[in-house]
């Protein structure tokens, strides 16, 4: 079943929401559609300048400084040959990429799809690498490739309507611009990985390869569970970056970019395409006037996470010379970044506070704006959670819980809530579905198991391979919530047998689920990168616990005893001695078939040992589990 194709029809039964009757922006009230759509204009405009009233915050003296190295450096009329940059296109090269590109896309200002260009065919892809090397003998950039419809999307969750911060900007650009970058971008890797040079920082989880938001958790949670098992106090900022990527000056950007090794042609390209971008604003069928971007990644572009990582990475570096951070075995982890979204973690307040200093210091220089009131701390391991800590002048509320990546973090690791709420999106999502127009009494019970197990299932419990052992509550509010979708996508009532419901969909036990999803991750752990911060801590931890049977509450160990539980075990052995674990399909594939003969044992035992099922195994004398 495709999954965005789904999303696609389900989006076409629900009822369209009413666009904003009213936007308020700086004083200005905007009621019908041609002044909301001129009103948004002048938001985006300011948001991408800009602006002079915080010149105070930052260090302007700093700033000359870059604004004139980058004036002398563009000024250059020829600078040195890049090997990397300055060589021609090949029609392979940007063969490579366009394979990349997906299907069912919106196009961008030249209405032109990805289809076009996959289907286009040898001519047309001769005709692309003509005018990609145009444009590096040139040195120019056509003005549709940097350009953007910025469409505003409601955030929902009952927000404010009137206010554009409940909105989120979607930037539509042009495929043949997307394309560019993603040969320019293949390009700047190849030079990095020639030049041997680690970017982004391992401490990096956002936009990088084998990394993401589940490793940061893995890496957030087992660094708090050593500080709890060694009942050692523990400090964690979680700092909000305030319109992260609309706000990254352009000549730090370009300076940085320069630093890393990016010369030549493709900085004149980059430094061209970015100075002169512009967008306008469609909503509601109308179009605003065109502005200039002066400021950000560029929303919609390809390289937009890339440069904001090359951005961001020096501040990394610099917290790690604090020797404020945390120290795990070898490790030093003074932050974790998602990312805009950054971490900190001390053994001290006065730890946690040189990092704050570290990170008001670092955004002064290149114009970041992190916002305290929208920080916070949790404390771990201390009676006293009240502790002064300051970004800048403004003090950070300490908290006993905070959402990170989508998880509830508590400072006393208790975690009922957070299965409550993800039983409760359980429910939701099921019944959000169904209004939309996919009725259980319209499409076979077998249909409606498929989308229960691929759409429901996947958002409700997400993060779920590190939420490590569940009490027995936890574990039943699941199993509950799930024979109640049994019974509702089978129209059955609400006293019928357990185990009749769920079996005659062919479903597996959501701990099943859980442990599946759990198994899945260890064996993605295993196969990363040895460069990589989560692979050397679970390598630290699986040698911890060999040697300290002590580790029970950490995410590794509930790893391990998953394996038990599956009699998969010997995988980790062979892990630990020879370094091997089978390649991600053959270890999902061995992962699905122990789960599936535990709980096809489970399940007949169940019919031979309870009464009431005894009328359904005569019924049903030849048994077997349908599970796809």
């Not at 950007?253 to 042609?265: A, D, N, R, S, W």
């Not at 509601?284 to 560029?298: M, P, Y």
């Not at 295993?526 to 580790?551: P, V, W």
């Amino acid at each position: 079943m495709d999954i965005g194709q789904f999303y696609r029809v389900v989006r076409k039964h629900r009822q369209q929401k009413s666009p904003a009757t009213c936007l308020n922006y700086d004083g200005n009230s905007a009621t019908n559609n041609g002044d909301i759509c001129k009103l948004w204009s002048t938001y985006f405009s300011d948001l991408y300048t800009p602006n002079e009233h915080e010149n105070d915050n930052f260090d302007q003296s700093f700033y000359m400084d870059v604004t004139e190295k980058i004036r002398e450096y563009s000024s250059q009329i020829r600078k040195p040959f890049n090997a990397f940059f300055d060589v021609p296109y090949t029609d392979d090269e940007i063969y490579e990429q366009i394979k990349t590109l997906k299907c069912g896309k919106a196009p961008g200002p030249d209405y032109v799809c990805n289809e076009h260009i996959i289907y286009g065919g040898n001519t047309l892809l001769k005709w692309i690498c003509y005018i990609f090397n145009i444009i590096l003998k040139c040195e120019y950039v056509p003005l549709l490739y940097r350009h953007g419809i910025i469409i505003p999307l409601y955030k929902g969750n009952n927000k404010d309507k009137s206010n554009p911060n409940s909105y989120r900007a979607i930037v539509l650009t042009s495929v043949f611009g997307k394309l560019h970058d993603k040969t320019v971008l293949h390009r700047i890797n190849k030079m990095l990985t020639a030049c041997d040079k680690t970017f982004p920082d391992p401490l990096q989880f956002g936009f990088v390869p084998e990394h993401g938001s589940i490793p940061a958790l893995y890496t957030l949670k087992e660094c708090i569970n050593v500080f709890l098992k060694s009942k050692s106090k523990l400090y964690v900022g979680f700092l909000d970056n305030e319109k992260a990527f609309d706000k990254i000056w352009h000549d730090g950007l370009f300076l940085k970019l320069k630093e890393i090794g990016v010369t030549g042609k493709l900085w004149n390209i980059l430094f061209m395409s970015y100075k002169s971008a512009s967008a306008h604003v469609q909503y509601n069928g109308l179009t605003s006037d065109n502005f200039s971007i002066s400021q950000g990644v560029g929303q919609g572009r390809v390289l937009s996470s890339w440069l904001f990582s090359l951005y961001i990475n020096d501040l990394i570096l610099q917290l790690i010379t604090t020797n404020c951070g945390i120290r795990i075995g070898y490790l030093n982890i003074p932050t974790i970044l998602l990312a805009d979204d950054t971490t900190l973690l001390s053994a001290s307040p006065k730890g946690l506070q040189g990092l704050l200093d570290c990170v008001q210091t670092y955004a002064c220089k290149w114009r970041l704006k992190y916002n305290g009131t929208k920080s916070c701390v949790l404390t771990f391991n201390n009676n006293n959670t009240d502790v002064d800590i300051k970004l800048g002048n403004t003090t950070i509320a300490c908290k006993t819980d905070t959402i990170y990546a989508g998880t509830l973090i508590t400072n006393n690791n208790k975690t009922f809530e957070r299965t409550k709420k993800a039983a409760k999106k359980l429910k939701k999502n099921l019944h959000s579905l169904y209004s939309a127009g996919v009725n259980p009494k319209g499409l076979t019970p077998i249909t409606n198991t498929l989308i229960w197990k691929r759409f429901v299932l996947p958002t409700a419990l997400y993060s779920c391979e590190v939420w490590g052992q569940l009490s027995n509550s936890e574990t039943e509010l699941l199993e509950r919530t799930q024979r109640y979708a049994a019974r509702y996508i089978q129209c059955m009532d609400k006293y019928s047998p357990t185990d009749s419901t769920t079996s005659n969909l062919g479903l597996w036990s959501l701990e099943a689920v859980i442990d599946k999803f759990k198994l899945l991750f260890f064996g993605r752990l295993c196969r990363s990168k040895s460069g990589t911060t989560h692979k050397k801590l679970f390598n630290m931890c699986i040698s911890q616990i060999i040697l300290d049977e002590n580790a029970e509450h950490s995410i590794t160990y509930n790893l391990i005893t998953t394996l038990v539980k599956y009699d998969l075990f010997s995988f980790l052995e062979t892990y630990v001695n020879e370094d091997y674990i089978p390649e991600k399909v053959l270890w999902s594939k061995i992962v699905r078939q122990s789960i599936e003969i535990y709980e096809e044992n489970k399940w007949k035992s169940n019919l031979e040992n309870r009464n009431e099922l005894k009328r359904y195994s005569k019924i049903h004398p030849t048994l077997s589990v349908n599970i796809d």
